[in-house]
């Protein structure tokens, strides 16, 4: 008790901690107000673990290292760079597509100025935000008209809530998805204010299934691009041009919904070939809808494309204006639009591209470059080996396609244990100052180095790995 007492009795107040060389140093660096808060947390841990018999800082200059420590701690950003060496190129975790140089330079002008993004500069009066990515979106798509809103769940809420509130939309059993993050159709649709009408089974919908389940309670048909799986055998599925015929026979619209939605045909750089946006507009919908960040490449956004007046109707309703984006976005997706013009050198200037076209050769050649370095640097009880891999699209691009790749695995040398020690690899990989994240597949960690395309950064942060 008394040993307490004189403890207690020992620890500076916050004013001695804050005139020591590193509490002045602190506040400098941090602010006054910050590092006064942070000194009185850095007191109330030491007497908590006076209490509890622990050791503590106990001098004024203790106090302040302890509290400058915190301050530091909190400065680090929470949104942070990482090596995405997970072999999944979109990858919704990790913030999906990197953009481009271009996007990036147009989205930090609009940040730092003045934008005209609802001012029309030939006649000096109000424009329209839309109007800035429109004409593109027209082009790229040979749709009539276009706009864009936060996501491209916000775009099939919208159309949705538009085109349906209060009436029926048929879609397919076997396009009822759900994708990452609760996003879930039918859910969408109750709170867009539509009734789900489902049609035909999982695996098979036929178009009289479709034609049966018209009335005049319909307000639109929806067909889902079933994005993150695939029903294989015995399946039937309407295509989109039967639907969009039907549709117009009944006087209601056709709504794809494509989700990753690209605007280039991928076969050319060795893909599969995904439905593009310009081939679901000819194909006879009314509405298209698709997302920014996905296989297209730019900042996150979603986009409906189509009939004139439909979009007009769309761009009435009050919750566009809760869905809008920003002028930071819009001038990163008028920045990567753009670079669709430009077809031939799309792999040059846009990141997705460029990595989902990545040759498995430059990767190996990459991974055989660094596996000496990165072996030495883990230390004789891990085993590095360069291995072939198969990288993924992600964020439910082509989900069954993959891409040859190459990398590391990394597997401990005693088996006795190796789980723990495999988990405590990749655990000091993520505490890296850029944190390092591959998966752990089987008794190996593996780095797939399709999304890594400079060496030295990686090494010169590989090398800061604590023992
Ligand atoms: C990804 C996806 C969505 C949602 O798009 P976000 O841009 O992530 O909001 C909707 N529908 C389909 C089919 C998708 O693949």
Redesign the pocket.
């Known amino acids: 008790m008394t040993k307490d007492a004189d403890a207690f009795r020992q620890l500076p107040s916050v004013d001695e901690a804050l005139r020591s060389v590193a509490g002045a140093a602190a506040a400098e660096r941090f602010g006054r107000s910050a590092t006064i808060a942070s000194l009185r947390r850095a007191l109330s841990d030491a007497r908590r673990a006076i209490e509890d018999g622990a050791t503590a800082p106990r001098d004024a200059g203790e106090i302040a290292a302890r509290a400058a420590q915190l301050l530091e701690q909190e400065a680090t950003p929470t949104v942070r760079a990482v090596f995405n060496l997970t072999g999944t190129v979109i990858h919704?975790n990790l913030g999906r597509a990197l953009l481009a140089e271009a996007a990036i330079e147009a989205a930090t002008q609009a940040m730092r100025e003045a934008v005209a993004l609802e001012f029309d500069l030939t006649n000096g009066k109000r424009g329209e935000r839309d109007a800035l990515v429109r004409g593109l979106l027209c082009e790229l798509t040979g749709a009539e008209d276009a706009t864009i809103v936060n996501?491209?769940?916000?775009?099939?809420l919208l159309t949705l809530n538009t085109l349906a509130k209060g009436r029926e939309v048929i879609i397919s059993r076997g396009e009822l998805?759900e994708?990452g993050?609760a996003?879930r159709m039918p859910d969408i649709m109750a709170r867009a204010g539509a009734k789900l009408h489902e049609v035909g089974t999982t695996n098979r919908t036929h178009e009289k299934d479709y034609a049966e389940a018209l009335s005049d309670r319909t307000g639109l048909i929806l067909k889902?691009?079933?994005?993150?799986y695939r029903v294989e055998g015995f399946v039937a599925e309407v295509k989109a041009p039967a639907l969009a015929r039907l549709a117009r026979e009944h006087d209601v619209s056709l709504v794809n919904?494509?989700?990753?939605g690209t605007l280039i045909d991928l076969s050319q750089f060795g893909l599969a070939h995904e439905p593009t946006v310009a081939e679901a507009v000819r194909e006879g919908a009314a509405l298209v809808?698709f997302?920014?960040?996905?296989l297209l490449g730019g900042p996150?956004?979603?986009f409906i494309v189509g009939r004139k007046e439909l979009i007009a109707r769309i761009n009435r309703n009050p919750l566009k204006r809760a869905l809008r984006v920003d002028k930071i976005r819009l001038a990163a997706t008028e920045a990567t639009l753009r670079l669709y013009r430009d077809p031939e050198r799309l792999v040059e200037k846009l990141p997705t591209i460029r990595l989902l076209a990545r040759s498995k050769d430059d990767i190996e050649a990459m991974a055989r470059a660094l596996q000496p370095a990165v072996s030495r640097t883990l230390g004789d009880a891990l085993e590095t080996r360069v291995v072939d891999l198969s990288s993924q699209i992600g964020?439910?691009?082509l989900p069954l396609e993959t891409l040859a790749s190459a990398g590391f695995a990394i597997a401990p040398r005693e088996k006795h244990g190796a789980g723990r020690r495999l988990a405590e690899l990749a655990s000091r990989l993520r505490a890296l100052p850029i944190p390092v994240i591959g998966r752990i597949e089987k008794d190996s960690l593996i780095l797939d180095l399709r999304c890594l395309e400079s060496a030295e950064p990686f090494l010169e942060n590989l090398s800061k790995l604590a023992p």
């Open positions: 919704t996501n491209n769940a916000a775009a099939v998805i994708i993050g996003f889902v691009h079933t994005s993150n919904d494509l989700g990753s809808t997302s920014g960040d996905k996150q956004a979603g964020s439910g691009a």
